[in-house]
């Protein structure tokens, strides 16, 4: 049970990342986005990490060996990169219709989940 709280929390926490990280280059179609500096948009991006942040320390603590959770460090962040990428891509081909989705992403994918493979083997 506390593998799949750990992902969900994960899966959470890189929603919210992403936006923070990405968002501000879709927002910025907005008219009142557009008037705003850097240092406003900065703060938004950091308020909207906050949230991120709430989901990833939970996810990591209760997922951790030594805290008895299931995953080495080594694995939580494997995971974690997984599923950034995951999400990135999702939240790219939503928000950003001129992205593709092109076979070398693909091939880069496929190299993810084998080290993911190679990283959970025993």
């Known amino acids: 049970m506390k593998s799949f709280l750990t992902i969900g929390l994960l899966v959470l926490s890189n ?8 968002g501000h280059l879709k927002f910025k179609e907005m008219a009142w ?6 240092f406003s948009i900065i703060l938004i ?8 942040y709430c989901f990833q320390v939970p996810a990591n603590r209760i997922g ?12 939580l962040k494997v995971i974690q990169e997984v599923i950034t990428l995951v999400i990135f891509m ?19 994918f496929l190299f993810l989940v ?9």
């Open 33 to 38: 986005f557009n008037k705003l500096g850097l």
């Open 64 to 75: 951790f060996k030594e805290n008895g959770g299931p995953f080495s460090l080594v694995e």
């Open 45 to 52: 991006s950091w308020g909207i990490a906050l949230f991120e």
């Open 114 to 122: 084998l080290a993911v493979y190679f990283i959970f083997r025993k």
């Open 15 to 22: 929603a919210f990342m992403t936006m923070a990280w990405y």
């Open 90 to 108: 999702v939240f790219t081909l939503i928000f950003f219709k001129t992205e593709t989705f092109r076979w070398n992403h693909f091939v880069g």
